[in-house]
């Protein structure tokens, strides 16, 4: 190995540049694919946030195998060797672009669609996504190589990567979903990944010259891809207790990250396009603490980081009903961005030297991927709630500096810990809900004295997760949670709330719920077990039509997408023939069990059930087989919009009679979706009426909810139209909504 020093570059800081812009051109590519491709799949699965998870295990196993692919390469091939052999993986790749799904994908129905998922997209984007994850440790460690003056320590440049990220993260709903189709988001993806591959080539051309110019690549031997500039003095191995920190320290992160996603969108708001929240801090936390700020920045993060756990920890899990939804949510990705902070600052302090760089950027990956697997493959298995994302709560304040030094631990966390336990024994033989404010106050109290040990990474990170556990614990009794399950869907649980009765007695009823979004209740009193409630009242908009069609609905074919807890079975008649379509399964067990509901085995116990996504089974249906459709899939946070787009609405149309009503339920807390259905309706040159309902007379369990119901001729809905049980309207009309269609849909635009 030549040991001479090596000379002085004639490259000029435009090399930097080039360098720079190749990563960040690469992380902008990376993360407009992520967002676009969840498109294309969306009519296979539906908008459920564990698809997301899913795509996020998958790019970051496939990051994982990109830098695995650079550390191999660099450590075993010269220079040139590494350029011709990358150049080849290159062109391979540019055969399978467009970027498209398989020919006929179908989902499974009947078992968890994650493994079906993960092939799809290995098979879809694998080989593309494959080479710009690799761009990342491979131009570093060219960079280092090149001798520019800030060749010794080039991971400022993993912050250019991340600025790419964090721009095409914001970019994609804010400015391409809005302006731009998903034929033509392929076609300029495909454009910007050949502009990807010619400045890596450029980037090699720097290397290839910057070698040629010292005369380091006459043989492609094992130590030609070693900068003699940069070869430390230290013993070539890293330790292992080393590389275990690295790897510690980026699992929590990444699991932190998709607990975090799947905690704010079950258990604190359903609010489409949260997920944006954690990831942009995520990805903001990488730019900050690699960049040139980070020495100042760090100390800084670690001394905020209690005390605002301290209030965290007081509002948003002891007492987060205290606090308006964006409150708490802003509390939650507060103390997330800390915690990253601080786990990727420690990260960004303990980077080795250059000569260990792709090995670095290689267990960083691996810690990112085993985060992510265990939140998709493990903690959906082993918990029924979303309980990973306070375990890595408490586990990144373990991995504070000074692990191991816990002065404070015995004085603090054990007289915590018999506190605790003598007020949950205390409790235990008492009703413990009349004592939850004064347990309450207990944890306060803790939380307060988790402070004190803030200099202590054991002591603060145990104590937090007795505080912690016994909170959730005690929440969860408190609820009066009587079923909870886990799907790859999200977190459905069943419910025994008291309402008060038409003569304002106590009466225990049944709700169903879908992380916090309500999909049914029954009322346990025998005589109204097969009163329809919440969103399908008599009284509301869908009691209605049938009562104004009662005359004539006797022989009808219905179909409706979405179970809920079965409520609507109970408008069936004798010679009706009804068929429900659901996605998730669970829903289907939930509500065939009568120990929680008994709409569906009071009412309608042979009805159809149908399993897989709504639109793909419907479209399996003759045309004009049904009377009567009803579509109620749009309350929650995960709106399927492949099933409110143009292509949707002539599907439907033709799957109904000539006299067909097509009746959908849009009540949402944040998207005015009649503006979407409006448009449709006049485009199609359809009929559509709408009622906004809001009960005038108080009923138990009788909410307000929106519907629209839409026929092909409006002589149909003249009924409807002249009804006196309800305040029927036309649609509003629509100025500047782009239509909705297979190609192009846009979340933001019909944000209320």
Not at 384 to 399: F, G, N, S, T, W
Not at 561 to 590: M, N, R, T
Not at 618 to 635: I, N, P, R, T
Request: aromatic letters at 12%; hydrophobic letters at 50%.
């Amino acid at each position: 190995m030549n040991s001479a020093p090596q000379a002085v570059s004639r490259l000029s800081s435009s090399s930097v540049i080039v360098f720079a812009g190749t990563l960040f051109v690469s992380a902008l590519l990376m993360f407009v694919l992520q967002p676009m491709f969840g498109k294309l799949l969306l009519p296979l699965l539906g908008g459920t946030p564990a698809v997301w998870n899913t795509c996020m295990v998958f790019y970051q196993s496939l990051l994982f195998g990109g830098y695995l692919y650079a550390h191999w390469l660099t450590r075993h091939f010269g220079g040139q060797r590494q350029i011709q052999m990358h150049t080849a993986l290159m062109i391979f790749s540019l055969l399978v672009l467009p970027v498209a799904l398989p020919d006929n994908p179908t989902p499974p129905t009947e078992t968890n669609p994650t493994l079906w998922l993960i092939w799809t997209l290995l098979l879809a984007i694998g080989l593309p996504f494959f080479v710009v994850s690799t761009s990342a440790p491979l131009l570093q460690n060219w960079f280092s190589r090149i001798g520019h003056k800030s060749s010794g320590d080039p991971y400022y440049l993993y912050a250019a990567s991340n600025a790419g990220s964090l721009l095409a993260l914001l970019s994609y709903p804010f400015l391409i979903e809005p302006n731009m189709g998903l034929a033509n988001q392929r076609l300029f993806w495909s454009a910007g990944y050949g502009l990807l591959c010619a400045l890596i080539l450029l980037c090699a051309w720097m290397l290839w010259r910057n070698q040629a110019n010292n005369d380091d690549d006459d043989d492609d031997d094992d130590d030609d891809n070693i900068d003699t500039t940069t070869v430390p003095s230290e013993d070539e191995t890293v330790p292992a207790r080393q590389q275990w920190h690295w790897l510690a320290l980026a699992f929590v992160p990444s699991s932190l990250l998709l607990g975090l996603t799947q905690y704010i969108s079950t258990d604190i708001a359903a609010v489409p396009l949260l997920w944006i929240l954690p990831l942009t801090l995520y990805l903001l936390s990488f730019i900050l603490v690699f960049s040139t700020w980070a020495d100042h920045i760090h100390p800084v993060m670690r001394v905020v980081q209690p005390a605002v756990l301290l209030v965290f920890i007081a509002y948003s899990f002891i007492n987060p009903a205290l606090l308006p939804y964006w409150l708490d949510l802003l509390l939650h990705c507060l103390a997330f961005f800390l915690a990253v902070m601080v786990c990727h600052g420690e990260l960004a302090r303990k980077r080795p030297h250059t000569r260990h760089l792709t090995r670095f950027y290689l267990v960083m990956a691996f810690g990112g991927m085993l985060g992510g697997l265990f939140n998709t493959f493990v903690a959906p298995f082993v918990f029924d709630a979303v309980y990973e994302y306070p375990i890595m709560i408490a586990a990144a304040l373990l991995l504070r500096p000074g692990f191991f030094d816990g002065r404070w631990f015995l004085h603090a966390v054990f007289p915590a810990v018999l506190l605790m336990t003598g007020l949950l024994i205390y409790a235990s033989s008492h009703a413990l809900w009349h004592y939850f404010d004064i347990i309450g106050g207990a944890l306060i109290l803790l939380t307060g004295l988790s402070y004190s040990v803030r200099q202590s990474p054991l002591g603060l990170g145990l104590l937090t997760a007795v505080i912690l556990v016994f909170t959730l614990g005690l929440h969860n009794l408190a609820s009066n949670t009587l079923y909870q399950e886990r799907s790859f869907f999200g977190v459905l649980s069943v419910r025994e709330t008291v309402i008060a009765d038409e003569n304002d007695r106590p009466e225990k009823v049944h709700e169903l719920f879908h992380g916090t979004t309500k999909h049914g209740a029954q009322r346990l009193i025998p005589a109204h077990m097969t009163t329809p409630l919440t969103y399908y009242s008599r009284p509301g908009p869908i009691g209605q039509l049938f009562s104004e069609f009662d005359g004539e609905n006797h022989n009808w074919r219905i179909g409706a997408v979405g179970l809920g807890a079965g409520a609507l079975a109970c408008y069936s008649k004798q010679g009706q023939h009804w068929s429900f379509y659901e996605i998730d399964p669970l829903v289907v067990d939930v509500a065939k069990d009568t120990r929680w509901f008994h709409y569906l085995a009071r009412c309608n116990p042979n009805a159809d059930m149908i399993v897989g996504d709504a639109r793909l089974s419907l479209a399996k249906e003759d045309d004009g087989h049904f009377d009567l459709l009803v579509m109620d899939a749009f309350s929650s946070d995960a709106v399927p919009t492949h099933l409110l787009t143009r292509e949707a609405m002539q599907l439907y149309m033709r799957k109904l009679k000539d006299d067909g009503l097509l009746a959908f339920h849009i009540t949402n807390r944040h998207l005015a979706l009649k503006k979407v259905l409006a448009d449709h309706v006049e485009s199609l040159h359809l009929a559509g009426l709408l009622q906004e309902f809001k009960p005038e007379n108080p009923a138990p369990l009788v909410m307000a909810t929106d519907w629209v119901v839409i026929a092909k001729q409006p002589q149909r809905l003249e009924r409807l139209n002249q009804s006196r049980l309800g305040h029927w309207q036309k649609l509003p009309l629509t100025f500047g909504l782009k239509a909705w269609t297979d190609d192009f849909t846009h979340i933001i635009g019909i944000w209320k």
